[in-house]
């Protein structure tokens, strides 16, 4: 079945540092790409998307590409934040019409000032 | 409303008891999710409906487990003769018909769920 694997954390940086959180997907046909992300006691937020192939998706500096040759869709950021540690999913949703959101098992992002 | 409402937020109980947990979606959105999250996971799906009906159960791991939403709107998952291994937090969703790329999924803020 569909699947997502994520690198597994916890991830420390600096602020100003340059992040990569990687992605690999498994699916069949063409699945809709996101990475959520969840703040200490928040709830699951969308960061940003792709829904096809060489789609970026960017958001709060944030940026990832549906890369369909290597399925991956890795976030990156060139500057982090502080207030960027929070832990990051990236998820699936199959383009077999199943309706199922498949999320990876979370990256947890620490940056210290 | 403005967001997916869930309630109660804390819910602490004893092995063998039966428990509700309530989610109230976006106002208009007709698909509902309920994922389930354990301590270092993601979120691990378990039932949607689209509108009544459920269009997918096949996340429930087993018959204590049970989720209606009557009306189309406000959804209750329920769990019976819960069980250590039930804790977690659980997480509704929902989104206008069928999520896309385009109707993502909006979450709730979680019911944590701790059985003693």
């Known amino acids: 079945g569909d699947s997502v694997t994520q690198m597994e954390g916890p991830v420390t940086l600096s602020e100003e540092a340059f992040l990569t959180i990687n992605c690999t997907y498994t699916a069949t046909g063409y699945p809709s790409l996101f990475w959520y992300v969840q703040y200490p006691g928040e709830g699951l937020q969308l960061l940003l998307k792709?829904?096809?192939?060489?789609d970026k998706g960017s958001n709060k500096g944030f940026e990832a590409t549906y890369r369909k040759e290597t399925t991956s869709f890795h976030l990156e950021k060139g500057s982090v934040q502080v207030s960027d540690s929070a832990v990051y999913f990236c998820?699936?949703?199959?383009?077999?019409?199943?309706?199922?959101?498949?999320f990876g098992k979370g990256t947890r992002l620490h940056i210290l000032p | 409303g403005a967001g997916v409402s869930q309630t109660p937020s804390n819910k602490v109980t004893e092995k063998g008891k039966y428990v509700e947990l309530r989610c109230d979606p976006i106002?208009?959105?007709?698909?509902l999710y309920w994922y389930r999250q354990s301590l270092g996971q993601g979120p691990e799906f378990l039932i949607y409906f689209q509108g009544t009906g459920a269009a997918d159960d096949s996340g429930l791991p087993n018959d204590r487990f049970f989720a209606v939403r009557p009306e189309g709107s406000v959804s209750t998952l329920k769990i019976q003769r819960t069980e250590r291994g039930d804790s977690a937090v659980y997480l509704c969703?929902?989104?206008?018909?069928?999520?896309?790329?385009?109707?993502?999924?909006?979450f709730g803020a979680g019911s944590r769920l701790t059985v003693l």
């Open positions: 106002s208009g959105h007709t698909a």
């Open positions: 969703a929902s989104s206008r018909r069928f999520p896309s790329g385009a109707n993502v999924l909006t």
């Open positions: 998820a699936l949703l199959s383009s077999n019409r199943d309706d199922k959101i498949i």
């Open positions: 792709a829904t096809k192939a060489d």
